[in-house]
T-cell receptor, first 113, second 113 residues
């Protein structure tokens, strides 16, 4: 079954505005990651937050993690048209000797110029 | 240099055929994965190999058979293709610094007609 659920499914904003996407998950995790997927392309890793961390920043990205609520949010500040893409959260658990990433359903972000 | 490369990028084939998708990574990662992305962009893990050993084998039809000749390669062979196999298949690798997440290939769009 799907581990993560993302909210909203689609988000449309004006350039320069901030975009916030949320992710909820169901089971215990080792870390949570966010990925971006441009249309017709593969996924690109954006940022990782460990289960013992609450907030992390990387450039215009800010990620929060609340393990008590099993939720995370991704904030993109000062959005640009080039940020238009699908954004996925992925939770990492360990299965034997391999890490396993389970993806959410994704948020389609459209940034209008 | 492409870190994770998949071939072919597009594959159109008739029902009942057998086809293979190849994946190679030059990152020195120990673990490789196959994911399937359906038309709603839902990503589901299919297989995971760690140092040529099958670690994760989700519930996929046994028409799908992964093969890892060495830790840099993970190929996917599909027998007796069905219409429902149409999707985008992504290869990914992981290893080294956990903070780097997974590296994905650009995907293979499989269309079964």
């Amino acid at each position: 079954s799907q581990q993560g659920e993302e909210d909203p499914q689609a988000l449309s904003i004006q350039e320069g505005e901030n975009a916030t996407m949320n992710c909820s998950y169901k089971t215990s995790i080792n870390n949570l990651q966010w990925y971006r997927q441009n249309s017709g392309r593969g996924l690109v890793h954006l940022i990782l937050i460990r289960s013992n961390e609450r907030e992390k920043h990387s450039g215009r990205l800010r990620v929060t993690l609340d393990t008590s609520k099993k939720s995370s949010s991704l904030l993109i500040t000062a959005s640009r048209a080039a940020d238009t893409a699908s954004y996925f959260c992925a939770t990492a658990a360990f299965s034997g000797s391999a890490r396993q990433l389970t993806f959410g359903s994704g948020t389609q972000l459209t940034v209008l110029p | 240099d492409t870190a994770v490369s998949q071939t072919p990028k597009y594959l159109v084939t008739q029902m009942g055929n057998d086809k293979s998708i190849k994946c190679e990574q030059n990152l020195g990662h120990d673990t490789m994965y196959w994911y399937k992305q359906d038309s709603k962009k839902f990503l589901k893990i299919m297989f995971s190999y760690n140092n040529k050993e099958l670690i994760i084998n989700e519930t996929v039809p046994n028409r799908f058979s992964p093969k890892s000749p060495d830790k840099a390669h993970l190929n996917l062979h599909i027998n007796s293709l069905e219409l429902g196999d149409s999707a985008v298949y992504f290869c990914a690798s992981g290893g080294g610094q956990i903070s780097n997440g997974y590296t994905f290939g650009s995907g293979t769009r499989l269309t079964v007609v």
